[in-house]
């Protein structure tokens, strides 16, 4: 079985500061990591995936999740936090099963 | 082009009613996926099709039903509503084989349901 948790419910941040949204899966085979976003009243966006190779990604607005295999993580990050960073981020698994698998979201918080 | 456009943004329907909702996918998407999205359970997967079969369905009783028609687009049924039915219900498509290949999915706004 596939699993996926995001263990903080809320993060609070400061504007300018460093932001980590945390993510730690459970997969059969080679993990599918993704990152989402949704603001309020929206669908969600696809900030970032990591598929093979580089362990650090790239994505969207500036994040970017390192993948950690021995210790099955895939955290968001961003440098510097704005307030227009404020949302709900899900942290999404696929494994050879096929099915994505959404984690229970983690809102972050960033106040000026 | 297009986004993927969920209709309607927002009904109230009565318990024991039934509700239709739709989702036109990106043009080109073969791949829909429909989400059950409430504040104590989450994202919950309650199917996908592609070309227009259903290919994973998700832990929801019979009374959450849905079709692909030969356009792509899709609809989902819901059968004598429940209170716990109040949902936003997202549709997602993706350009992959299979919605879920690529993991790449893209989103509607969504369907707000209330169920009185």
């Not at chain 2, 024991?16 to 909702?21: N, P």
């Not at chain 2, 036109?24 to 829909?32: E, L, M, Y």
Request: glycine residues 10%; contains cysteine; positive net charge.
């Amino acid at each position: 079985a596939q699993s996926v948790a995001q263990p903080e419910d809320q993060v609070n941040v400061a504007e300018g500061n460093p932001l980590t949204v945390k993510c730690t899966y459970s997969v059969s085979g080679n993990p599918y990591l993704f990152w989402y976003v949704q603001y309020p009243n929206r669908g969600l966006q696809f900030l970032l995936k990591y598929i093979t190779g580089d362990n650090l990604v790239k994505g969207s607005y500036g994040f970017e999740a390192e993948f950690n295999k021995s210790q099955t993580s895939f955290h968001l990050k961003k440098p510097s936090a704005l307030v227009s960073d404020s949302a709900l981020y899900f942290c999404a698994v696929k494994g050879s099963w096929g099915k994505l698998q959404f984690g229970a979201g983690t809102q972050v918080v960033v106040t000026p | 082009k297009a986004g993927v456009t969920q209709t309607p943004r927002y009904l109230i329907k009565t318990r024991g009613q039934q509700v239709t909702l739709s989702c036109s996918p990106i043009s080109g998407h073969r791949s829909v996926s429909w989400y059950q999205q409430t504040p104590g359970q989450g994202l919950q997967f309650l199917f996908e099709y592609f070309s227009e079969t259903q290919r994973n369905k998700g832990n929801f009783p019979g009374r959450f039903s849905g079709r692909q028609f030969s356009n792509s687009r899709s609809e989902m049924n819901v059968s004598t509503l429940e209170l716990g039915d109040s949902a936003l219900y997202l549709c997602a498509s993706s350009s992959g084989r299979g919605g879920q290949d690529t993991g790449e999915l893209f989103f509607g706004e969504g369907s707000r349901l209330t169920v009185l």
